[in-house]
Nanobody, 121 residues
Framework: QVQLVESGGGLVQAGGSLRLFCAASGVIFSINNMSWYRQAPGKQRELAARIRSGGSTNYADSVKGRFTISRDNAKNTVALQMNSLKPEDTGVYYC???????????????WGQGTQVTVSS
């Protein structure tokens, strides 16, 4: 099986920065998309950023210009650099990774446990 471990969340003031990390471990053959989702209190989970295996990225309009997603294929990690944070960025951030495990021929999506990001005004 594959496990995702997230880190980097915390409490920051508006205008500050945080960097989230997600590491995939296990018997992994390849990884396709790596994404960060977030869920604000009382709201639906939304896609914040996604990076494909070739390096192309997508961002929610609300985070464009402030967030940057990156990946290290050698380490099976994905990071989310969050700058100029706003109170509305507050929520639980989840890492999602599409993985092909050794011995398999299909992708399976794994989710991290979530890490809390709180931005105070």
């Amino acid at each position: 099986q594959v496990q995702l471990v997230e880190s980097g969340g915390g409490l920051v003031q508006a205008g500050g920065s945080l960097r989230l990390f997600c590491a995939a471990s296990g018997v992994i053959f390849s990884i396709n998309n790596m994404s960060w989702y977030r869920q604000a209190p009382g709201k639906q989970r939304e896609l914040a950023a996604r990076i494909r295996s070739g390096g192309s990225t997508n961002y929610a309009d609300s985070v464009k210009g402030r967030f940057t997603i990156s990946r290290d294929n050698a380490k099976n990690t994905v990071a989310l650099q969050m700058n100029s944070l706003k109170p509305e960025d507050t929520g639980v951030y989840y890492c999602a990774v599409q993985v092909v495990e050794d011995g398999s021929t299909f992708f399976r999506t794994y989710w991290g446990q979530g890490t809390q990001v709180t931005v105070s005004s």
